[in-house]
């Protein structure tokens, strides 16, 4: 067993009849020692599950959503696991890493940085993908169907490796994402350290440029609260609106007054959300 495969347990709460767990790694991606986190429904005990990756957004880690989301209650009804990756490299100390809340630590937006010193890294694209899958599939009852959902950066993440990887993920959705970071600062300013100026290397990680160019044809679902502070300058829902009626590409949009970007939104419609990957991660292939 390599040691990106070698798991230390840092804790274990019981949860609705299953078992929230923390685990620390060291990751060959990414150079450095990982946590993440894992729900084991009930059922795990008794056989192998689904999975449902959740990729979380700016500042967060591998806690926010297992302690704010309220997911474990149908979790462990619909029989699903749920895998929680941090959102970046952990304790390197980069030059600049530390500066500011929508860059470096906390901020790894899914992609594998080219640029020094990130790309040594920062390859979240490569841990989330295929590294930390593996693991996961080594050490826990999983069968090998996944689906991947996720919040704001987090939901940037997952339209694009579901966009990037047709039939890899039996569904997708996500809340407040970033649909168009190429265009909007919060991708810019990371796009510009991580990946430099190559345009074409930047729209590979844009769900509005891989759904124009036909990427997938995988229904995408997503819920957006209208009193987000985010949403004219960086989330932009609309531009994802549009390229998909333009390209015909199945879109499902539900914007909600008065919610706002917090995991008070996340926790008041997440059960929409796994009941939806339920479905489509228990249904006949």
């Not at 994402?177 to 796009?191: L, M």
Request: proline fraction near 6%; aromatic fraction near 12%; charge should be negative.
């Amino acid at each position: 067993m390599s040691m990106s495969e070698q798991l230390e347990l840092v804790s274990a709460t019981k949860s609705f009849g299953g078992w929230v767990k923390r685990y620390k790694h060291y990751s060959r991606a990414l150079d450095c020692d990982m946590i993440f986190a894992i729900y084991l429904p009930p059922q795990a005990e008794e056989g192998r599950v689904p999975l449902m990756w959740w990729l979380s957004g700016l500042t967060c880690n591998d806690e926010n959503f297992m302690q704010k989301a309220g997911a474990q209650r149908l979790a462990a009804e619909l029989g699903m696991a749920i895998v929680c990756p941090d959102t970046s490299p952990r304790g390197l100390d980069l030059p600049g890493e530390h500066d500011s809340y929508d860059f470096g630590s906390g901020a790894g937006f899914y992609l594998n940085a080219k640029r020094e010193p990130w790309s040594r890294h920062y390859r979240m694209y490569d841990y989330v993908t295929e590294e930390l899958p593996s693991v996961v599939r080594l050490h826990f009852p999983v069968n090998g169907r996944e689906s991947i959902s996720g919040h704001s950066m987090g939901g940037h993440g997952a339209l694009v490796l579901a966009l990037r990887q047709p039939g890899r993920y039996a569904a997708v959705s996500a809340f407040a994402p970033i649909v168009n970071p190429s265009q909007v600062p919060w991708g810019q300013k990371a796009f510009e350290h991580y990946l430099g100026e190559d345009v074409g290397l930047r729209t590979q990680y844009d769900a509005c440029e891989l759904v124009a160019k036909g990427s997938s044809r995988q229904p995408l679902f997503i819920d957006q609260g209208e009193a987000d502070n985010f949403l004219d300058e960086q989330l932009k829902p609309e531009r994802l609106e549009a390229v998909c009626e333009a390209h015909d590409h199945p879109l499902t949009l539900r914007r909600h007054p008065g919610y706002d970007h917090s995991y008070f939104f996340i926790a008041s419609f997440i059960d929409d959300h796994l009941r939806y990957h339920a479905e489509r991660l228990h249904a006949k292939r």
